[in-house]
C-alpha cells in the first residue's frame, strides 16, 4: 500500500482507513504485477478446500481467484473501509470479519487453508501472526503469503554499485516507512519454522512488471513473468517471494457445519454466541457489533 499514516497514529484500527488502494494497481506495469500475483495464487492454494480465509483481503482484489473453490471464504481485515469494499466487490459471497491479525477470532483449526498477500511487510510483530495463523489451521493445512524481499537482485547489484546505503545481504530486517518492512529470506524462513510451518513452495515476483511500466506503451507485450517466477522464487532473487506452507500439526480440521459457528472472543478465544444486535462471549461478557452484515470483532482492550 501506498500513503500509510504514521507509526504513532492514536488508533491502530485505524493505520489503513482511508487508502485508496485500488489506485495502487494503476498502469501498466502494476497491472503486469497484479497479472502475475493472480497466477501464483491460483497456482498455489489448493485446488479444493472447505474453508479459507483471506487474512488482509482488503478491497477484496483476489476473491475470484479462488471463490469457487472452497465451500466457505472469510475476508478479514483490520480496515472497516477497505472491508466494506471487498463486501461490495464480492457482492455478499463471504463472511466479512474486522479484527486483529495478530488476536485472530477464531477457534482452533478452523480453516483448512490461508492466505496472506501483500501483509507481512506492513506487520511489526510477524512472530505473533504467524503463531496465530498456525493455531487456526488444522493439520496439514495450507498457508500461501508472500513478503518483501531485502536480499532482492536489483538491491544486490545497487549495493555491489555502492549506490545502496545498506547491505541487503545482512539479516536485519530493514524498515523503509512507517509500517513497511523488508525482510531477509533466511530470516522469514526462520520465522516459519519456529511457528511450526513446513515450506513446500517458493516462488518469485516483481521483476518483469518493472520492465513494462519503463516500456510504456508497449510494456503490454511484456509477458507477466510466470516463466520466471520458480527460478527467482528458488533464488530467493525477487523483490517479491510467495511462499506455500503446511501447517506442522496432527489436530483435524473443526467438524462445525458452518464457519460462523468457530468465530471466538479474541480476548479469551472462548466461544461467541450470536444475539440479535451481533455476537457476546460466554466466558468474559464482551459484546461484538455486525454493522451491515461485517462482523466486528477487534480485540477490546
Known sequence: MNSLPPVDAPNRHDLYE???YPRYWDGIGKEKLDELERTLVSSLLPARGQRLIDLGCGYGRLFDV???RFAEIVLFDGSESLLRMA????????????????????????????????VFHHMNE????????????????????NYSNKRNVLRIIQYLLKRLPYNPFAHETLTV???????????????????AFEKQVLRGAGVLDKLAAACGP?????????FLAPVLGALTLAPWIFCRMRARKSSLLSSASRVIDLLACPRCISVIAQTSAGFVCQQCGTKYPIHDGIIDLRYQQ
Open 18 to 20: 482511508g487508502i485508496d
Open 66 to 68: 479462488y471463490a469457487n
Open 87 to 118: 463486501q461490495s466487490n464480492t457482492n455478499g459471497k463471504a463472511i466479512y470479519v474486522l479484527g486483529d491479525i495478530n488476536q485472530l477470532p477464531f477457534l482452533p483449526s478452523a480453516f483448512d487453508a490461508a492466505l496472506m498477500v501483500r
Open 126 to 145: 510477524p512472530e505473533e501472526c504467524l503463531d496465530e495463523i498456525q493455531r487456526i489451521l488444522c493439520g496439514g493445512g495450507q498457508f500461501v503469503m
Open 177 to 195: 516507512e512507517a509500517n513497511f518492512y523488508h525482510h531477509h529470506p533466511a530470516v522469514v524462513s526462520g520465522l516459519l519454522s519456529s511457528a
Open 218 to 226: 508497449l510494456g503490454r507485450f511484456i509477458p507477466q513473468g510466470m
